[in-house]
């Protein structure tokens, strides 16, 4: 893939080094003839022959015969434009042949298949932007097991994009640059044939001045034109790369889920009992030699150890433990500790710890505000006097998208109701 991707940039770049070259060759020779007349001046004055080679000023029915009167500098300045037109084809080509690729992909619910399903989805479907950046984040995944580095390579994959549509952008601004320089050429050339010699007649002062406003407006159009299609294209490209990171962030997400319910299967992290590091701590360690005694109380999760959430808003259900003496009874009374370990997020929308005594049915609940911070959130409780029994629940922060149909719908309701009214 590389190497065709070099290959193409080797190409475009050698075609538009071959294309400015012509267009300079054809700027040199519009200004040959003129040259020529201008030494022809010197010796003998030859006003017809001047009116002959620069165009006589009349009468303007075509655009054609507008462009004739610019001479040789306004064909070279029309090369320009052919030029920026074709770099432009070539660029919206790509892009409309990548949203047609990456369609399929971007309409996908990964969340009803399996990782393997998807990754033979993404293998099979046709190369795209959505698609390379796909098998990037899924190549990771496989080899590491984890989704740790994935924000930083979605950053450099669309910098790297992003990057490549500057090149683009880059050429077209040269083109448009050297497009007014054209025009800026032929205003001073016109001045100069007009001026040179000192045989002044109306005829030739009437011809050198069109020469120089001609040239200028052409170069001044063509530089306008290709401005403006070069802002219009950077406009579509950006939208183009939101939508690809906003779908791999969205990829990055059911990865994370795909990984907790994993953990939760394995008995790790996430069910209680502890972190994966405490369970290693204590298998490290070795057994007493008197068995501990059994504590009298035990704390248990009545709410779901993980939920989804959106950054900056409340779970949808609270965070509930429940007491339990020895014997199954429910405790009431007895302070539960709730700490944020991961995530930033606040308990009771004050603060990142709380205790909480058991109510009569020996239940402690909170409600359990997410943190900025995109991606899994921890919370531990525990009893006070017993780490041992820490419960360890995780949520799922996914980026607030506001939902723009609802003021459209209260604006709706408004009006309906003061309509009725």
Known sequence: MKSTLSSKISCRTTIVAVCASVAFCLTALSLAPATALAQTELTAPATAGTNAAMGQVGDIGTFWSLTKMGGGISFAIFGILALGIFLITLQIYELTTDRSRGRQLLETNYRQYSVNDVTRIVKNSPNSLIARLYSVLLSIFHTTGNTNDFHDEIANYIQLQQDRFGTFKSRLSFLSDTAGALGLLGTVWGMFVTFFGGNLDSQRILNGMGLALVTTLIGLVVSMILNFCAT?????????????????????????????????????????????????????????????????????????????????????????????????????????????????????????????????????????????????QRLAVFLPDDRGSQLEFAALAQPFIPDLEKPAKARASREKAMYVS
Do not use: C, Y
């Open 232 to 376: 219009e294209i950077f406009s579509v490209f950006n939208k183009r790369m939101e939508l690809v990171s906003t779908k791999a962030d969205e990829f990055r997400l059911w990865l994370m889920i795909v990984i907790h319910q994993r953990e939760r299967k394995s008995g790790t992290p996430l069910a209680g009992g502890g972190t994966s590091n405490n369970r290693k701590k204590e298998q490290a360690t070795p057994a007493p030699t008197k068995r501990a005694p059994v504590p009298s109380l035990q704390l248990q999760a009545v709410s779901d150890f993980q939920q989804d959430g959106v950054i900056g808003q409340i779970l949808s259900k609270p965070i509930i433990a429940l007491v339990e003496s020895s014997n199954g009874q429910k405790v009431a009374g007895v302070p539960v500790h709730f700490q944020v370990t991961q995530g930033g997020g606040l308990l009771a929308g004050k603060h990142s710890a709380a205790l909480v005594k058991t109510n009569k049915n020996g239940l402690a609940s909170l409600e359990w505000t997410m943190g900025q911070e995109v991606g899994a």
